[in-house]
């Protein structure tokens, strides 16, 4: 007996599934994408609590996944299956029905994939969601524009970290789009959504469902756009907020709501991002049936003491779980706020960069993704980071002076030097 965990992006240190499930009456057997651990520099993990482990080349875009996990599963007798990111979501939930494993399957799994189903459940269920529509062709675009106006938001139904999403303000940059990214003949096109853009702050809700409860769960705000990853070289803030403040049980009530609505499977962790409209309203941008990215698995931890991430591969698994989630189906209190900051990669060859944090006793996680000597590019995606921190404090207020302090430090210690081009 084993579990088949599928790993496709970001560290492997940082997701220790061998030692979550330690307890586990059977074997842990992990197949990892090679490019995504290229892209952090780190090797597949040698013996420890893995019985097998490897790296599967065109694990992205290929179905070679897909014919190794069948292949393991036949040899290693897998019972159960786990996937953690969520471009994984859809494959493990098809290997699962293929070898009729317990777990999220496609019934699940597509509507939170899906936007467009997403937001018809949403809005059945009374809740707000932009004007959209299905992109077939470029008249769809077109049409859409001429109803609603600009700017429009333009993205795959399936995409996650920002993926593939563009923002165009005018008729200037609309005109460029249908011309050098639009192509009709590529396959990719009746993927596309169109939406209004919505003003406003984005907010996020993240937590965890256990046996179809929620267990914890707490809002943030952005204090960026999350679309300005290429061209955002500042201080990317995401902010809890405070106990008192009246928005923080909107947001709750809001996504209570949605996770009522939304068909989850009986454990899984979630992430929803509302817009909060200068005119008070909110509006569903999306859910996610995963943990959020960036340090949001840490902003819960430092939050309620748990790590959504391990309590949620556990649950699949039936394993025991922390104390603090079994007090009756009453979502946990959070201990104290917490903050995020993420600064983008940008162009330029890597001199100087610190590599420890600060000696600040209020840093609860400091991560550098960069080493000297490195050439960087722009940042690709929404996870591009070239470092992050989070840090506690008693409030909000706090935890943005903290944050700050950081910001000042670093970029002081940061040296670049600019590349030649060609």
């Known amino acids: 007996m084993s579990v088949l965990v599928l790993h496709h992006m970001g560290s492997l240190n940082a997701v220790p599934y061998d030692r979550w499930l ?9 197949l990892a994408c090679a490019r995504q651990l290229a892209l952090v520099a780190e090797e597949l993990p040698h013996g420890g609590g893995y019985l097998h482990a490897e790296a599967v080349v065109g694990y992205e875009d290929s179905g070679l996944l897909e014919e190794r996990a069948l292949e393991l599963a036949r040899t290693h007798g897998v019972r159960h299956l786990v996937s953690c990111h969520e471009l994984d979501l859809d494959r493990a939930a098809g290997l699962r029905e293929i070898l009729d494993l317990p777990g999220q399957r496609l019934d699940s799994v597509t509507p939170f994939r899906d936007k467009g189903s997403m937001k018809e459940i949403a809005s059945g269920a009374g809740l707000a969601v932009a004007p959209w529509r299905d992109v077939e062709c470029a008249g769809d ?17 399936d995409s996650a970290g920002s993926m593939g999403l563009r923002i165009l303000h005018t008729e200037v940059e609309l005109s460029a789009y249908l011309a050098d990214e639009f192509d009709l003949y590529s396959g990719d096109h009746p993927n596309l959504i169109v939406e209004a853009f919505v003003r406003g702050p984005m907010c996020h809700v993240d937590g965890l469902v256990l046996d179809g409860k929620v267990v914890l769960s707490w809002p943030s705000q952005y204090q960026y756009a999350l679309a300005t990853y290429r061209t955002d070289t500042g201080p990317r803030m995401d902010l809890t907020l405070d106990v008192d403040d009246p928005l923080a049980k909107r947001l709750l009530e809001f996504t209570e709501r ?42 819960m931890r430092t939050l309620f003491g748990v790590d959504p991430t391990e309590a949620w591969v556990r649950a699949q698994l039936g394993l025991s779980l922390p104390a603090e989630l079994g007090s009756g189906g009453v979502p946990l209190a959070p201990r104290q706020m917490s903050g995020q900051m993420v600064l983008m990669k940008r162009p330029g060859r890597v001199v100087e960069v610190p590599l420890e944090a600060p000696d600040f006793p209020w840093i609860e996680k400091f991560r550098v993704f960069v080493r000297p000597g490195q050439v960087m590019e722009a940042a690709a995606g929404s996870s591009d980071f070239l470092v992050t921190v989070l840090v506690s404090g008693r409030d909000r207020a706090q935890c943005v002076e903290r944050l700050r302090q950081v910001e000042e430090w670093f970029m002081a210690a940061l040296v670049l030097e600019p590349v030649p081009a060609g």
């Open 141 to 157: 675009l077109l049409g859409f524009v001429r109803e609603h106006g600009l700017p429009v938001v333009v993205k795959p139904r």
């Open 258 to 299: 949605l996770l009522e609505a939304m068909p989850g499977p009986p454990n899984f962790t979630f992430h929803a991002e509302v817009f909060h409209t200068p005119d008070d309203e909110l509006v569903l941008c999306e859910i996610a049936c995963r943990t959020g990215g960036a340090a949001i698995r840490d902003i």
């Open 22 to 30: 330690a307890d586990y009456e059977g074997d842990v057997v992990l």
